[in-house]
T-cell receptor
Framework: KAGVTQTPRYLIKTRGQQVTLSCSPI?????VSWYQQTPGQGLQFLFE???????NKGNFPGRFSGRQFSNSRSEMNVSTLELGDSALYLC???????????FGQGTRLTVV | KNQVEQSPQSLIILEGKNCTLQ??????????LRWYKQDTGRGPVSLTI?????NTKSNGRYTATLDADTKQSSLHITASQLSDSASYIC??????????FGKGNQVVVIP
């Protein structure tokens, strides 16, 4: 069974640009959540989707948005990138809300 | 504000030795507590999940304990191996399904 797949693995963008990250969950999983991880702040929750609806949201500015498609794949978008957005972005999938989550390997975003 | 504090921030241990990582939380109401292991450059992997009624849970050489009264959890690593070198993250879920994350314990096992 394939695990959670995140693409791309690495990304370099310049300030002011926007970026879209992709996450393919484990087959059969309908919940997808996104996290930002930085050395200073650790893991921080961005949002969670289930059945194409955002069910939970963390304390991030509106520049961070996401969506989930009918096949449970999810995308995360960050607009008007700032240097502080440089981080590892992790996606996790679960069978349903509040069940054990399995993480992907993450997308390492560097903003220059 | 829900908070999770982990200690020590980092530690170095000799291969074969045991170590214990601590997690203190102020999350309320409590739903469950999870320990994750994160190898460098990879996503976190779940080690244990414990609910209010569980005091101890093991996963191979990893044993987690939970004291819901004092709001403390520990992760004990027995007979450490080089592959145990990683960051160990404590995550607590509250009754409203919100997650609070610790910043991790960085463990380095040396031969």
């Amino acid at each position: 069974k394939a695990g959670v797949t995140q693409t791309p693995r690495y990304l370099i963008k310049t300030r002011g640009q926007q970026v879209t990250l992709s996450c393919s969950p484990i087959s059969g999983h309908r919940s997808v959540s996104w996290y930002q991880q930085t050395p200073g702040q650790g893991l921080q929750f961005l949002f969670e989707y289930f059945s194409e609806t955002q069910r939970n949201k963390g304390n991030f500015p509106g520049r961070f948005s996401g969506r989930q498609f009918s096949n449970s794949r999810s995308e995360m978008n960050v607009s008007t990138l700032e240097l502080g957005d440089s981080a590892l972005y992790l996606c996790a999938s679960a069978f349903r809300l509040n069940t054990e989550a399995f993480f992907g390997q993450g997308t390492r975003l560097t903003v220059v | 504000k829900n908070q999770v504090e982990q200690s020590p921030q980092s530690l170095i241990i000799l291969e074969g030795k045991n170590c214990t990582l601590q997690c203190n939380y102020t999350v309320s109401p409590f739903s469950n507590l999870r320990w994750y292991k994160q190898d460098t450059g990879r996503g976190p992997v779940s080690l244990t999940i414990m609910t209010f009624s569980e005091n101890t849970k093991s996963n191979g050489r990893y044993t987690a304990t939970l004291d819901a009264d004092t709001k403390q959890s520990s992760l004990h690593i027995t007979a450490s191996q080089l592959s145990d070198s990683a960051s160990y993250i404590c995550v607590v879920m509250d009754g409203n399904n919100r997650l609070a994350f610790g910043k991790g314990n960085q463990v380095v096992v040396i031969p």
